[in-house]
């Protein structure tokens, strides 16, 4: 009888192991906790992965381009690893992907935030490797809050920017939160391909991305109403902020030398601009 009641338990036991998954994937990954904190933390995949993580079920992910997805993520609460660091009381965070992208979240907008590592139940490392091993989830913000790849969190004792200090193109101004990518992450972006005519009178088709979006990501508060592309050479022009909202085809485009330019099919030439490092909107 002790032998059947051992042989249950063994078997038990497997089925438990089996019912639990793969253990945590391999992940050379670190994530940084700096900025106003009383102990900077430096955390790898595998710590992460020891700490207690909480489930958020059925969240909405709303997009700035495409449809709202629903889904369930699993990861380390951040406000344990704010804790963690010493961050007291802090206005925002900063938070930083590894391919140069930063935006800033308020202090409110991150409740019930995780950086998780599993979504739907299964490993991001194993399952969307271009959007893991982590990614910063915070179910009251739209996704461009959702920052993928997530390697560094810095806390700020007041707003700060969330424009990192090598930005190609950035968005400033009268916004909810300042923007601004490396030219990797822009290019990395959504891209589409719109035809336009150049100063020549000639036809030609550009690749980049949609201006309402990158916009989008900064929030421009109620009472904006223009925009201003600033290029490399201190050119600036101006454009009502309407006007891009609404068009379907106004991208900042990807030059073959490097760098961007504004391409606004139908609009006046003066607003094609040429080396465009900044979008402003008052």
Same mark, same amino acid.
């Given at each position: 009888?002790?032998?059947?009641?051992?042989? +249950?338990?063994?078997?038990?036991?497997?089925?438990?192991? %089996?019912?639990?998954?793969? /253990?945590?994937?391999? *992940? @050379?990954?670190?994530?940084?906790?700096?900025?106003? *904190? /009383?102990?900077?933390?430096?955390?790898?995949?595998?710590?992460?992965?020891?700490?207690?993580?909480?489930d958020?079920?059925? *969240?909405?992910?709303?997009?700035?381009?495409? !449809? @709202?997805? =629903?889904g369930?993520?699993?990861?380390?609460?951040?406000?344990?690893?704010?804790?963690? $660091?010493?961050?007291?009381?802090?206005?925002?965070?900063?938070?930083?992907?590894?391919?140069?992208?930063?935006? !800033?979240?308020?202090?409110?907008?991150?409740?019930?935030?995780?950086?998780?590592?599993?979504?739907?139940?299964?490993?991001? $490392?194993?399952?969307?490797? @271009?959007?893991?091993?982590?990614?910063?989830?915070?179910?009251?913000t739209? $996704?461009?809050?959702?920052?993928? #790849?997530?390697?560094?969190?810095?806390?700020?004792?007041?707003?700060?920017s969330?424009?990192?200090?090598?930005?190609?193109?950035? +968005? &400033?101004?009268?916004?909810? =939160?300042?923007?601004?990518? &490396?030219?990797?992450?822009?290019?990395?972006?959504? $891209?589409?391909?719109?035809?336009?005519?150049?100063?020549?009178?000639?036809?030609?088709?550009?690749?980049?991305?949609?201006?309402?979006d990158?916009?989008?990501?900064?929030?421009?508060?109620?009472?904006?109403?223009?925009?201003?592309? %600033?290029?490399?050479?201190?050119?600036?022009?101006?454009?009502?902020?309407?006007?891009?909202?609404?068009? #379907?085809?106004?991208?900042?485009?990807?030059?073959?030398?490097?760098?961007?330019?504004?391409?606004?099919?139908?609009?006046?030439? &003066?607003?094609?601009v040429?080396?465009?490092?900044?979008? #402003?909107?008052?």
């Open positions: 009888m002790l032998r059947k009641v051992s042989v +249950v338990l063994v078997l038990l036991m497997l089925l438990s192991l %089996v019912g639990c998954g793969s /253990s945590a994937p391999q *992940v @050379d990954w670190t994530l940084k906790v700096g900025g106003v *904190v /009383s102990s900077p933390l430096s955390v790898t995949f595998a710590d992460l992965a020891k700490m207690p993580q909480t958020l079920k059925d *969240v909405l992910m709303e997009k700035s381009r495409g !449809e @709202d997805t =629903v369930s993520w699993s990861g380390v609460l951040l406000t344990d690893l704010l804790a963690k $660091a010493g961050a007291g009381d802090y206005a925002t965070i900063t938070a930083i992907a590894g391919d140069g992208y930063a935006i !800033e979240v308020n202090k409110d907008e991150l409740e019930n935030a995780i950086v998780a590592l599993k979504e739907n139940g299964k490993w991001i $490392a194993e399952t969307d490797k @271009d959007h893991g091993p982590i990614r910063l989830v915070t179910p009251k739209p $996704a461009n809050r959702w920052v993928f #790849q997530l390697q560094e969190i810095q806390v700020n004792q007041q707003g700060g969330g424009v990192p200090a090598n930005a190609a193109l950035k +968005v &400033t101004g009268n916004v909810e =939160v300042e923007v601004g990518w &490396t030219e990797e992450k822009v290019r990395s972006m959504d $891209a589409i391909q719109v035809e336009s005519t150049n100063k020549q009178g000639e036809a030609q088709t550009y690749t980049g991305v949609l201006i309402s990158l916009i989008g990501k900064a929030d421009p508060k109620g009472d904006a109403t223009t925009v201003v592309f %600033v290029a490399d050479d201190g050119f600036t022009a101006e454009v009502p902020l309407a006007d891009l909202e609404a068009c #379907q085809d106004c991208i900042v485009s990807f030059r073959d030398g490097g760098g961007f330019s504004t391409v606004l099919p139908g609009f006046a030439t &003066t607003v094609q040429k080396g465009v490092v900044e979008i #402003q909107v008052k």
